[in-house]
């Protein structure tokens, strides 16, 4: 399997090539050539394997410069029920017939990013130490991608992680996860910015490529492909829960800010997974339904970024929604190239607009309020407590439901790491997992630096 830019760089390079490097060098993000397609006898006979087996079939149509044991060792390693607290990995919560959430959210940091940043961490040691590299990674995090790279890159060998956050927009709780961590290898910047800022940060450095190269970044972020195809798997593992036969479709509505979660979705859509909707729920930032209702992508900047109560979601510029561009624009990357590189956005033509709805692609939005609503539905309708990215999520999906297709409900979190906002909505403190019972307390290791691409180039220099 070979991998090329978005933006029409053609040269082809293989899964370990792009595992460490994050964007490609003309700025665009790494996609297959082509993706596999998965028939019906396939579709059958993954059906009832376990997680882990389920996720080396998936990912060796992908990676083919990893010998099969040796890739095989290392799912087996990253799904386990001792780190997701149950055999199934990834179970369904039923709601009612024909509605569950897809529990993603039981790993070290209790957050869906957790289902790919284990299985990175393996493939990122594997591979450094293959060729007795290092590798400094580069990211940035609204609050769960922080922490699920931070505790699966501690203590790797081989490995520093620089990750950058919005100063103070992350939950008590999400931000203590991140700065509480005193491993050598692990540095936290809180960034005087949005979350966009952070990651403009983030490709700025990578686009660089000297520094690039001088200081060996990589990135965890969703632009990596190796992250983004670890979450294929549970798109997969939720269908085969969900239905009894292949000739069953399932949809299911994903709680989105930057695109990525969505995406691992449409890739399984392309595979062949009978997928009839996927449905995009934003918060108030909610540019990708605006673009998914109009064809128009309209980024804003830092200043129109609402602080919301779900703030993982609070982000007005995908850098994940490339990919989905590109497939839609039939891999065209000069166009690609050209609509991601003008200031202010695009918008679709409108035979372009109307292919949309062939991916399969719906959307909606939430509000505090919604939230708040729907997470009091949720306990006293279905006894099930969630977080508020879940709740945009499955405010969205009742709207959006239709009869005879069972919808799953992405959970992206759990409550306790949004304790707040639980408590407007229930009066309730949400249960926290042994041990984390009073992690706010705990000593931080943070430094506080300006959106400034120089000062954060600096600090790794001083730091590697």
Not at 204 to 229: E, H, M, P, Q
Not at 277 to 293: G, I, M, P, Q, S
Not at 376 to 402: F, M, N, P, S
């Amino acid at each position: 399997m070979k991998y090329i830019s978005t933006r029409g760089d053609k040269t082809e390079r293989r899964f370990c090539e792009i595992l460490l490097e994050g964007l490609a060098p003309d700025g665009g993000l790494y996609l297959p050539v082509q993706y596999p397609k998965v028939d019906e006898a396939t579709l059958t006979k993954w059906r009832g394997l376990a997680y882990a087996d389920l996720a080396f079939e998936i990912l060796s149509l992908y990676i083919d410069d990893i010998p099969a044991e040796d890739l095989r060792a290392l799912v087996r390693r990253s799904y386990t029920a001792e780190i997701f607290g149950t055999p199934e990995i990834t179970p369904l919560k039923p709601l009612e017939p024909g509605l569950a959430l897809e529990a993603l959210s039981n790993g070290p940091t209790l957050a869906f990013k957790d289902m790919a940043m284990q299985l990175l961490g393996q493939l990122f040691e594997y591979e450094l130490g293959r060729r007795g590299e290092t590798l400094n990674i580069l990211g940035a995090t609204s609050g769960d991608t922080g922490s699920a790279a931070e505790y699966a890159m501690r203590g790797k060998a081989g490995v520093n992680v620089f990750m950058l956050s919005p100063n103070g927009r992350m939950s008590p709780f999400q931000q203590a996860q991140m700065f509480s961590l005193q491993d050598a290898n692990i540095h936290n910047l809180a960034v005087e910015g949005v979350f966009d800022d952070c990651q403009d940060i983030v490709k700025a450095v990578s686009n660089d490529l000297d520094f690039k190269r001088n200081y060996r970044i990589g990135t965890v972020n969703s632009i990596n492909w190796a992250r983004l195809l670890a979450q294929v798997v549970y798109y997969f593992a939720g269908y085969f829960q969900a239905t009894k036969s292949n000739a069953e479709q399932v949809s299911f509505t994903v709680p989105s800010g930057n695109f990525g979660n969505v995406c691992a979705g449409h890739v399984a859509r392309m595979m062949g997974l009978p997928i009839a909707k996927l449905v995009v729920a934003t918060n108030e930032n909610d540019v990708l339904d605006e673009f998914f209702r109009t064809g128009v992508y309209r980024p804003r900047g830092s200043a129109d970024t609402h602080e919301t109560s779900s703030p993982s979601m609070d982000i007005s510029k995908a850098s994940n929604f490339e990919r989905f561009i590109a497939d839609l624009l039939g891999r065209d990357g000069a166009r690609v190239k050209t609509l991601f590189t003008q200031a202010g956005g695009f918008a679709l033509g409108a035979d372009e607009t109307v292919r949309i709805a062939d991916f399969g692609f719906s959307s909606g939005r939430s509000t505090h309020a919604d939230r708040l609503a729907t997470i009091r539905l949720c306990h006293q309708q279905y006894g099930q407590l969630i977080d508020t990215h879940t709740a945009d999520g499955l405010k969205v999906a009742l709207e959006q439901r239709e009869p005879g297709t069972t919808m799953l409900v992405l959970e992206t979190a759990l409550p306790a790491k949004f304790a707040a906002t639980i408590r407007e909505a229930l009066d309730l403190e949400p249960p926290r997992p042994a041990g984390l019972e009073n992690i706010e307390a705990l000593p931080k290791r943070v430094t506080v630096l300006p959106a400034d691409v120089a000062q954060v180039k600096a600090f790794i220099q001083a730091h590697v």
